[in-house]
Each structure stands twice: as structure tokens, then as C-alpha cells.
């Protein structure tokens, strides 16, 4: 007899799957997720699987995991403890057809400087041989790169990419703005972590309405060093 208190395997998987679709989403790759055949993992487990880390700063924790059908595998990290971040603003009604208004002005939107750290982390760890044309899609083929090409509907633009020092590597990175729907702004940083025979990159998320700080970024890498 199953202790009521213990949610169905289903309910388990729901919310790191509803994670995955969001990031998925963010790099055009919902369809590989196949929610029947994903299963839950120990997200400290998988940490401690992944990297020999004492502390992590921010007061990021593990707090999900989960292995994909296709093989991906995904944790999640967030601060303990964290203050909420400001809510997305509601899109304005939809014009009638023909009416296109006037252009949202993406570059008169107010974004904090850098200085706050990250709210949500994901590492993600590929198959690594069918990692290579996701991580050229990733770091090699970007799209708008300013806020004047993007739509009032919204959307995405690189800002920035380079290199990070990540222990005796150089880790590319690229930060990216997301312009959503309403006039609010997210920035996320991707970072390559692979390695060897390790296709792995960590996605790091800033407050929505501050500036993403590739310092920040090196400050968590620091701290992961790799098994």
C-alpha cells in the first residue's frame, strides 16, 4: 500500500519536466523531451556525481534532477532562502488587423547594472556523441544581436560571448536577452563545460529585470570543479 503522502511517480517527474520544457524551449529543443520514458534523480546525487564542490556561492543549492529519454541529464540550482524577483508584465491587448501601432522601444526599457547574482541554474550534461550540433546551436549560431531587431511581440538577442576561465580551461560563453511579451527582460548565460568525452553546458539565469554579469558566472565555476 503506497503512503499517501508520497505523490505518484508521475507528480514527481511533473515539475522537473515542466523545468526542462522552459530551457528546452529557450534553445529551440522541446521536442526531445519524451515526458513517459523521463525519471526523477537525486539532485545532490547527481552534483556529487558531476563535481567536487565544498560551497556554492550565492547560496545556490541542488534541488531537482532528472535523466530525459534521450539521454540528457539536468540539474537544477537555486538559492536558498532567495527573494522573489519581480512578476512578467501582462502583454497589452492585441491590435486589430492592420493596426501595427507604434514599435515597442526595447532600448527605453530600465535593466539593473550588474551586481546581482544568479536566481536559477541548470546544468545540463548530452549524450556525448550527438552533443556536437547542439552545442554549435548553442555557441556557433546566433541570431539578433540588438534590441533594435527585435519584435514588439518579443523575443531573443545575444548580447555578449567570449571566454571564461574555468580551472586550467578556457569555457565560451554567450549572454543572451530574452525581451518578453509586456516590456520585461531576463538575461541568461550559457557556458560550454565540455570536455574530453563530456558534452555539458550550465545555463545561468539572473532576476528578471537585472543585467546577466559574466563575473558572477565565473565566481560559480570557480567552485565546480569537475570529477
Do not use: H
Amino acid at each position: 500500500m503506497n503512503d499517501s503522502s508520497t505523490p505518484p511517480e508521475r507528480e514527481r517527474v511533473g515539475p522537473i519536466l515542466g523545468i526542462a520544457l522552459a530551457l528546452f524551449f529557450l534553445i529551440g529543443l522541446v521536442g526531445a523531451l519524451i515526458w513517459q520514458r523521463s525519471r526523477t534523480v537525486d539532485a545532490r546525487e547527481t552534483l556529487g556525481a558531476w563535481f567536487d564542490t565544498s560551497a556554492l556561492p550565492f547560496g545556490l543549492a541542488p534541488v531537482e534532477s532528472a535523466e530525459l529519454a534521450n539521454g540528457d541529464l539536468i540539474l537544477r540550482l537555486v538559492p536558498e532562502g532567495g527573494a522573489p524577483e519581480p512578476e512578467r508584465r501582462t502583454p497589452p491587448p492585441a491590435k486589430p488587423d492592420g493596426d501595427k501601432g507604434t514599435p515597442f522601444d526595447w532600448t527605453a526599457i530600465e535593466v539593473k547594472p550588474p551586481g546581482d547574482g544568479p536566481c536559477e541554474v541548470f546544468v545540463v550534461r548530452y549524450p556525448f556523441e550527438a552533443a556536437a550540433p547542439r552545442l554549435k546551436q548553442l555557441f556557433e549560431s546566433f541570431g539578433p544581436s540588438s534590441p533594435e531587431m527585435i519584435p514588439s511581440s518579443g523575443g531573443r538577442a545575444v548580447l555578449d560571448s567570449g571566454d571564461l576561465p574555468w580551472r586550467e580551461w578556457s569555457a565560451p560563453y554567450v549572454l543572451e536577452r530574452e525581451y518578453e511579451p509586456g516590456g520585461t527582460v531576463r538575461d541568461t548565460i550559457r557556458v560550454n563545460l565540455t570536455r574530453e568525452k563530456t558534452a555539458q553546458v550550465c545555463f545561468v539565469r539572473f532576476p528578471r529585470g537585472s543585467s546577466a554579469s559574466p563575473k558572477k558566472v565565473e565566481e560559480l565555476l570557480a567552485a565546480l570543479v569537475p570529477k
